[in-house]
């Protein structure tokens, strides 16, 4: 929904009408434009996908979607807000393992522990902080609220005191590192590095049938629209404006009475909540959730989607992330060094010759056909980017 | 008494490690700002020239000390290839280059996966740095560990030195001044900015180096290594060495200390936690360049 890019944050002074409406309403237009787009995408989810691809190539499906989950988050966060949070891996994870948590206790019974304690533990009963997960109700709002919540504490911490740019992305890095060193420390209640495997039911569906597969894609399909639709309306609203505000010139927005931390912190976390989201609906499409796919490297991975997609657009995301994890496997499958060059490659070209990602061709194009329609040029005004040259830290 | 000294070594030993994988970085995020996240395959290049050399070198000693400057000169030359190619082009958007330099970092990877083989390879240690150092008390310090202190702290007092004496150094410390100003007063900032970072990278060769006596040298290596050395000097505070060497060694005894008291695990995260925390305090590092610029 390029069409509806907001008004760029004008350096001149716009003495804007006191209770006027809200900055560039989304018009008739442009909502039923939008209106038509996620009918289209509804149609191509759940009609199309399901009756061309093979059950395999959906479940694969499901899986990139779930990817795509967490990217619309970082498209928030980072596109909206200029967050670049490295450790997403982190929120993935933690929605995945309450998840998993709870399906592996479901899998055992009343009473039961899950298999791989007895493999390795010398422990006789549940630990404490295991057993609230074997209730549904617990651990189904857990899924979301506690990486919301990790994300509230870490936010509230770092952002007040305007810690930002590379120095959050280093500590968001560092957030994702501790917790895969943590998980793989604590062998014996997490399941260490293989994680939490071999997954069998979902809410006493068994997940070995394809039906019940099926279903799983469609939660996912349903969930990854809603997310949209709710992004949508977050961007279009006036708190999307400010948070775009506060990326382009934090100071300038706090010389004009908001809190950049408070705006900060809601897009952190809103992004962190998505990534909960993601990670607790992979695991029942993928039937595993380990260390290894929540670390530094997979956190990273999900930046690119973004990256390549169009970091502050609403779709470039989501197509991003699908595309660069399909391209993934289809590469891999054939030829696995190939892929990490090509995926190096596409950081670099991507992010440092085409930093809109590929929305901004589509852009360009437009542009070019319909003649002079405001299109946001660059992603940092060019004050900013004056700003950024110049700034060293004030004492 | 002698676990307290036998710990208080351990910790600054890991801070040897530390200070010598950061010091570079220092150099490099302190005067471009400039995120470089391939610096830990510039530490893997120079733990592999350790090994091509001994391929060649068959004294363990002799490579080692031929090593060094190779070393130094290798991962230097790979910096200014990256400094004039990519980030030359990114000094004004620091995240970017972050990305950028992640994307060269991963295909420096699989460039090392496909010349060396994906497996770990180890290189001799010299005998020399393969006993121990008994010290009264009953307490035993490595060789290898001692000589990767002195190494740090030789590289620590080198680098000092020439910020502070050569021509070079007054210059490089404009430059992270006040760059605009070095500009106008007639220094050359972009090779300014060339030349530090090739010395930065080539501290990250020296420190490669450092690391095959400790253990073997892989193509994944220099991802466990960077985010380390970044909270280093993000918590020491950018645009000084001073404040790095302290926070190294601070982190090293922490770390240290956590190990002995819990796990190696948990004192990762009590590391981080206290790093948070620390920043609570002082967000800008533990020193600060002060300067009247408005930021």
């Known amino acids: 929904m390029t069409a509806v890019t907001p008004a760029p944050p004008s350096t001149a002074v716009a003495p804007a009408p006191a209770g006027a409406a809200p900055p560039n309403p989304p018009g008739r237009r442009s909502r039923l434009r939008t209106a038509a787009g996620f009918a289209f995408g509804a149609a191509l989810l759940f009609a199309v996908a399901p009756l061309v691809l093979s059950d395999f190539r959906l479940a694969l499906l499901a899986k990139y979607l779930c990817v795509a989950m967490v990217a619309v988050g970082i498209g928030i966060a980072w596109g909206r807000g200029g967050m670049l949070t490295l450790g997403q891996g982190v929120f993935f994870g933690l929605g995945g393992y309450a998840m998993a948590m709870h399906l592996k206790l479901a899998d055992a019974g009343p009473g039961g522990m899950p298999d791989f304690m007895q493999l390795y533990g010398q422990l006789d009963e549940l630990p404490?902080?295991?057993?609230?997960?074997?209730?549904?109700?617990?651990?189904?709002?857990?899924?979301?609220?506690?990486?919301?919540?990790?994300?509230?504490?870490?936010?509230?911490?770092?952002?007040r005191r305007r810690v930002r740019g590379a120095y959050f992305a280093i500590l968001s890095q560092a957030l994702a590192a501790a917790m895969v060193i943590l998980l793989i420390g604590q062998q014996g209640t997490t399941g260490g590095?293989?994680?939490?495997?071999?997954?069998?039911?979902?809410?006493?569906?068994?997940?070995?049938?394809?039906?019940?597969?099926?279903?799983?894609?469609?939660?996912i399909a349903g969930t990854l629209l809603a997310l949209l639709a709710l992004t949508r309306q977050l961007i279009h609203s006036r708190y999307g404006e400010l948070l775009v505000a506060v990326r382009d010139g934090e100071e300038r927005v706090r010389f004009l009475g908001y809190d950049p931390a408070s705006v900060k912190l809601v897009a952190y976390v809103v992004a962190a909540g998505m990534a909960g989201l993601a990670g607790a609906l992979f695991v029942p499409a993928v039937g595993i959730i380990s260390p290894a796919l929540i670390g530094i490297v997979p956190s990273i991975e999900f930046v690119i989607g973004v990256a390549v997609g169009g970091r502050a657009t609403l779709l470039g995301p989501v197509l991003g992330a699908v595309a660069v994890a399909w391209a993934r496997t289809a590469l891999s499958e054939r030829f696995p060094g190939t892929w990490t060059y090509l995926q190096g490659l596409l950081f670099v070209v991507v992010v440092a010759f085409l930093p809109g990602g590929l929305a901004s061709l589509w852009a360009l194009a437009r542009r070019r056909d319909v003649g002079a329609r405001p299109v946001r040029r660059g992603w940092l005004p060019a004050a900013r980017r004056r700003a950024e040259r110049t700034e060293v830290p004030a004492a | 008494m002698t676990v307290l000294f036998g710990q208080l070594f351990?910790?600054?030993?890991?801070?040897?490690?530390l200070l010598l994988i950061a010091l570079g970085l220092a150099l490099t995020f302190g005067q471009m700002?400039?995120?470089?996240?391939?610096?830990?395959e510039f530490i893997m290049a120079g733990a592999y020239t350790t090994y091509v050399l001994q391929q060649s070198i068959t004294g363990a000693g002799l490579s080692l000390v031929v090593a060094l400057p190779v070393a130094f000169v290798v991962a230097g030359a790979m910096g200014v290839l990256l400094e004039v190619l990519l980030i030359r082009r990114l000094y004004a958007r620091?995240?970017?280059?972050l990305l950028v330099t992640w994307g060269v970092s991963l295909m420096l990877q699989q460039l090392a996966r496909d010349v060396f083989g994906s497996p770990n390879v180890q290189t001799r240690a010299p005998e020399l740095l393969t006993g121990n150092v008994a010290l009264p008390g009953g307490l035993t310090i490595a060789n290898n560990r001692l000589f990767i202190l002195a190494l740090a702290l030789a590289a620590v007092a080198a680098l000092t030195l020439a910020l502070r004496l050569t021509p070079l150094g007054r210059?490089?410390?404009a430059v992270v001044q006040n760059r605009d100003l070095a500009a106008v007063s007639g220094i050359a900032t972009s090779r300014v900015d060339r030349t530090t970072f090739f010395l930065g990278s080539g501290l990250a060769g020296v420190a490669g180096v450092a690391l095959t006596l400790l253990g073997p040298i892989g193509p994944t290596m220099g991802t466990n290594l960077i985010i380390d050395a970044f909270l280093v000097v993000v918590v020491g505070g950018i645009g000084q060495l001073k404040g790095s060497v302290m926070v190294a060694f601070a982190l090293g005894v922490l770390q240290a200390t956590g190990e002995y008291l819990t796990t190696l695990s948990v004192a990762k995260v009590i590391v981080f936690v206290a790093i948070v925390a620390f920043l609570q305090w002082r967000p800008q590092g533990l020193f600060t360049l002060r300067t009247r610029s408005l930021a």
């Open chain 2, 171 to 173: 210059r490089i410390r």
């Open chain 1, 128 to 159: 404490l902080w295991w057993r609230p997960f074997a209730s549904p109700w617990f651990a189904l709002p857990a899924t979301v609220l506690l990486p919301m919540a990790v994300a509230f504490g870490l936010g509230s911490l770092v952002f």
């Open chain 2, 33 to 40: 700002n400039v995120i470089n996240m391939a610096h830990g």
């Open chain 2, 10 to 17: 351990t910790g600054i030993s890991i801070g040897a490690v």
């Open chain 1, 193 to 219: 590095t293989n994680g939490l495997t071999d997954i069998k039911g979902f809410f006493g569906y068994d997940l070995d049938d394809p039906v019940n597969q099926r279903m799983v894609y469609f939660i």
């Open chain 2, 94 to 97: 620091p995240l970017d280059t």
